[in-house]
Nanobody, 117 residues
Framework: VQLVESGGGLVQPGGSLRLSCVAS????????MSWYRQAPGAERELVAS????????KYPDSVQGRFTISRDNAENTVYLQMNSLKPEDTAVYYC???????????WGQGTQVTVSS
C-alpha cells in the first residue's frame, strides 16, 4: 500500500496550491479519502474528506470555502485545491485512506506547505 503526496511548497499569503495523492495497493473506491495537516507543536487535524461513492465532502470551518477536495477513482488519485492561503495554513499535509467497511486507515508520508511572504 502506498499513498504518495505531491504539490506542496512555498506560497505567498493569498496564493493557491493543489496537492495530489496517488494511491496504490488497495481498492481505492472502497476508501474514504482525507487530507490532514499538522503544524509544529500542534495536533494533526482533519482539513477535508470525501466519500467514495457519493462524493460527499466535509470541511472544518477553518478551511470551508477556501479548500476543495476531489477524487478521481479511475486514476486512484485525490486532490486538495487550496485557495486564499493564510500563514496559519502552514503545516505538513498528509493524505489518508480509511476503509469504509473496517475503518482501517493508511497514511502518506506528508508534503510541506509553507505560506509566507
Amino acid at each position: 500500500v502506498q499513498l504518495v503526496e505531491s504539490g506542496g511548497g512555498l506560497v505567498q499569503p493569498g496564493g493557491s496550491l493543489r496537492l495530489s495523492c496517488v494511491a496504490s495497493g488497495f481498492t481505492f473506491s472502497n476508501y474514504v479519502m482525507s487530507w490532514y495537516r499538522q503544524a509544529p507543536g500542534a495536533e494533526r487535524e482533519l482539513v477535508a474528506s470525501i466519500e467514495s461513492f457519493t462524493g460527499a465532502t466535509k470541511y472544518p470551518d477553518s478551511v470551508q470555502g477556501r479548500f476543495t477536495i476531489s477524487r478521481d477513482n479511475a486514476e486512484n488519485t485525490v486532490y486538495l485545491q487550496m485557495n486564499s492561503l493564510k500563514p496559519e495554513d502552514t503545516a505538513v499535509y498528509y493524505c489518508s485512506a480509511r476503509n469504509r467497511y473496517t475503518g482501517y486507515k493508511y497514511w502518506g508520508q506528508g508534503t510541506q506547505v509553507t505560506v509566507s511572504s
